[in-house]
């Protein structure tokens, strides 16, 4: 790959030239993919309104990319690996060739389904080599994919299919997740009650149960695939024309969706890659993310195969049938770069070394985190007993916003430190700003992270509400974007992430706004008066859900009232946003305008109550108290 970069010094070299001359930087790294018409202009931009266009002019398809350009040399070389949840049931691997057979057929399915350029398709799928193809399909005929993560709930589905309208639903008929199945049809027929914008449902069908199929809406994928050949050529995308939607959630109101287009998003997913985990070509890497994040987008599906490398996904989860499961799957399958979440890593140790011990690891060449902070203890968990400390850990700090990977270490390239994300890529340019917005120069300081020029990779807007984008990334501080996380620079550069510093909770890397949590707590409003949620220090989770919750009576049975409220939210949104603790309070502290105080909620449900700071000038001082003696 021509553009990796080859040493700590080398690095350097490429930094400087990218920040000094960011254009000539970009296009030089533009000028490696395979344009069917030239960019006129490399870049444009304001971060005001804000606007940033990159490669204008240019006409490209990123399937082309991902695939038929390596057809002539690699055509024979694997593209996919797929490993079932269940170890005892047949891998499934296609080659460069195959997938690019399987994307076309699938693409013209689609097409046959009414899907034009620049319609809306939602994927609600498990983690199956069909949604690697249907991503690449929707990409090939320049139709716009939104991939909903299949733990969402109907309600946060139907939420997501008619924000943008999607045509299409592609889905399966069921999933298995270690010991779980799961009804994915079931929860797609529920969510369809209210989305009037669904004109056809794909099916995939993998568990072979008897699902519910609408006469007329609902297609097996199987029968439609008899229907079509393989002869689909790639949708010519202008460079700006979008890509994808990808919803994820903020400080307020509901989830947005952050849209990114064809061209930058390309050659920021595949430039970041090639650097971040310097892949050589025989190598087999393999990230455990779920395609319906943003890790999944870029690091299991694009990044890799625009680089023409070996990507693997894996169905399962890391504690099934035993803790040794990862392990057992990179040596089954010989896999080079790892790449996975510092949760998983926690649960994994907790289980114990025994299980990382029986493998021998042999293949692995470079680890990496990503999604949340990494604490030092996992880390050298992470570093020694499975990199066996001969492989570099790249601990990748980024975003659904940021498109791909923006400050990590460079495979074996650069210094690591524990924690510590380390330094920007070539043309990221990251600053720490203070309650004003000024740049801290010095370093040993912390500070709001934000970026002061744009990248390929960027958001472009957030689907049907520009405003929205502004106000949330660019209205914080002049001319910046803003990451929503503060972050330390230490006496050599090194970036340290400390976490959010909106009110955006991280549970095992998943993101989740309190207020959307709150909502959903709110929406009992015939038990429920008013909530507050606030993240926690968690073992295994890194931030745990805590929700103080004050009811409109007394509840008699706390247990079951909590129970109910659960069940609210995983109906609202999914199971992934239960919380961890509910307590029943009969007041928040709020400061006379009526704010909430969640810096002391907060302090009470990492259980230190010890420096609430003044709480005299509360509404209320007294709830103070019964929050503290009634904490859990
Ligand atoms: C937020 C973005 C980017 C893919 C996964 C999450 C946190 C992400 C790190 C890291 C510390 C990290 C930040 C960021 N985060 N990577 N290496 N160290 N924190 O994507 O859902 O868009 O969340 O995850 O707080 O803002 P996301």
Redesign the pocket.
């Known amino acids: 790959m021509d553009f990796q970069i080859k040493s700590f010094d080398d690095y350097k070299a490429k930094y400087k030239a990218s920040v000094d001359d960011p254009e000539g930087f970009w296009a030089d790294i533009a000028g490696h993919y395979k344009w069917q018409k030239k960019w006129d202009k490399t870049l444009e931009w304001e971060f005001k309104t804000p606007s940033v266009k990159w490669f204008q002019g240019g006409k490209m398809n990123i399937t082309e990319n991902c695939l038929d350009r390596h057809l002539e040399t690699r055509g024979n070389k694997l593209a996919l690996i797929w490993e079932p949840n269940d170890p005892k049931e047949r891998f499934i691997r296609y080659t460069y060739r195959e997938l690019h057979e399987k994307v076309c057929k699938f693409a013209n399915v689609l097409k046959a389904k009414g899907v034009e350029k620049g319609d809306r398709v939602a994927l609600y799928m498990p983690m199956v080599p069909e949604l690697t193809v249907a991503v690449l399909a929707c990409a090939r005929i320049g139709a716009v994919h939104s991939v909903v993560f299949a733990g969402f709930s109907a309600g946060a589905l139907a939420d997501r299919i008619n924000d943008s309208s999607c045509k299409v639903v592609i889905t399966s008929d069921g999933s298995y997740r270690g010991t779980k199945e799961i009804p994915v049809k079931g929860v797609v027929n529920e969510a369809l009650k209210s989305c009037d914008s669904v004109e056809a449902v794909l099916v995939v069908e993998r568990t072979q149960w008897s699902v519910q199929m609408k006469e007329g809406r609902d297609f097996w994928l199987h029968d439609e695939l008899e229907k079509v050949d393989a002869n689909c050529p790639p949708e010519p995308m202008d460079a700006e024309d979008m890509l994808f939607i990808l919803y994820?959630s903020g400080s307020t109101g509901k989830p947005k969706g952050v849209v990114h287009t064809c061209g930058g998003y390309m050659v920021y997913a595949g430039y970041s890659f090639a650097n971040v985990f310097q892949p050589n070509e025989s190598d087999v890497y393999w990230c455990t993310?779920d395609i319906g994040?943003?890790?999944g987008h870029t690091y299991i599906v694009y990044g890799p195969l625009l680089n023409g490398t070996t990507t693997m996904m894996f169905e399962g989860v890391p504690t099934y049938p035993s803790p040794g499961r990862f392990w057992q799957v990179c040596d089954k399958h010989g896999v080079n770069q790892f790449y996975t979440a510092p949760t998983a890593i926690r649960a994994l140790m907790a289980a114990g070394e025994d299980h990382v011990l029986s493998y021998g690891l042999y293949d692995l060449k470079v680890l990496g985190?990503?999604?949340?902070?990494?604490n030092v203890e996992a880390w050298e968990w992470y570093h020694i007993h499975v990199g066996k400390e001969r492989c570099p850990v790249v601990?990748?700090?980024?975003?659904?916003?940021?498109g791909g990977i923006m400050i990590?270490g460079l495979g074996n390239h650069s210094p690591m430190r524990a924690s510590y994300?380390g330094y920007p890529l070539p043309g990221i340019q990251p600053v720490l700003l203070d309650q004003e917005g000024n740049e801290i120069e010095e370093n040993e300081k912390e500070g709001y992270l934000a970026m002061k020029f744009p990248w390929p990779g960027i958001l472009r807007t957030t689907y049907g509400d520009h405003e929205r984008c502004k106000n949330t990334y660019f209205a914080h501080y002049d001319d910046y974007y803003f990451?929503?996380?503060g972050a330390k620079r230490d006496k050599d550069g090194m970036y340290r992430?400390i976490?959010?510093v909106d009110d955006?909770i991280?549970v095992s890397?998943?993101?989740f706004g309190t207020a959307e949590i709150e909502d959903a707590i709110n929406s009992r409003d015939e038990l429920v008066a008013e909530s507050a949620v606030v993240g926690y220090p968690h073992e295994i989770k890194g931030q745990g859900i805590y929700a103080y919750v004050i009811t409109k009576q007394k509840p008699d049975n706390p247990d079951k009232l909590r129970a109910e409220i659960i069940e609210t939210i995983v109906k609202q949104i999914g199971r992934i946003a239960k919380p961890d603790k509910i307590q029943f309070v009969s007041g928040l502290p709020k400061t006379r305008s009526g704010k909430i105080m969640r810096r002391i909620l907060r302090k009470v449900a990492e259980g230190d109550t010890s420096n609430l700071g003044d709480t005299s000038t509360l509404l209320d001082p007294d709830v103070v108290e019964e929050i503290k003696e009634g904490a859990l």
């Open positions: 994820t993310a994040w943003i890790t985190t990503v999604g949340e902070p990494i601990d990748t700090w980024w975003q659904t916003e940021t990590s994300a990451t929503g996380d992430i976490g959010r955006v991280n890397g998943h993101r």
